[in-house]
């Protein structure tokens, strides 16, 4: 088999994958991404795509191994670890922070949106608690104030005008 010939299964992997809606783009034709970073995710990830059918056929070669198909199994296997290079030269330029809980969470076969839901319900958490802290601030100043206006009524009127004042000129 000609290693020039067109890949009829990465082909068809790289069409589902689009056909699949995950938001890969191609990079060959079609719309490209406008930022460089996007660009260079999106050839990073067709790589990995050409990798995966390159894995596919040589799967293929190797379960019907025979003397005559030694030479097209070679030619796959250089055209992996040129493929192999080639990803590894463009994720070089990829700055992707990946959590180490993900990966963990992967090895130990989980699914990593487990851990984006568990960061998602602490942020929730946090924000209510914050958001209970400021209105029960809010609350002791609105208390303050009638204590304040009940106490001294001249002073309390002297710092609302104080606090109209410095607002107004908060907002020029």
């Known amino acids: 088999m000609d290693s020039t010939a067109p890949n009829s299964s990465s082909a068809a ?8 809606g995950n938001g890969v783009q191609g990079v060959a034709g079609g719309d490209r991404p406008e930022d460089p970073s996007k660009q260079n995710l999106a050839q990073v990830t067709g790589s990995i795509q050409k990798t995966l059918g390159l894995l596919h056929q040589l799967n293929l070669n190797v379960s019907s191994f025979s003397s005559a198909s030694q030479l097209p199994l070679l030619q796959r296997l250089n055209a992996l670890v040129a493929e192999l290079d080639t990803m590894q030269k463009l994720a070089d330029g990829c700055n992707i922070q990946v959590p180490m809980e993900v990966v963990n969470l992967i090895d130990d076969g989980k699914n990593p949106d487990e851990f984006t839901r568990d960061v998602l319900n602490s942020c929730i958490a946090k924000n209510q608690i914050t958001k209970g802290k400021t209105d029960a601030f809010k609350s002791l100043r609105k208390h303050l104030l009638e204590e304040l206006e009940e106490a001294f009524p001249d002073d309390a009127e002297a710092y609302r005008q104080i606090r109209a004042t410095s607002a107004a000129l908060s907002q020029c």
């Open 13 to 20: 992997a790289a069409a589902a994958a689009a056909a699949s």
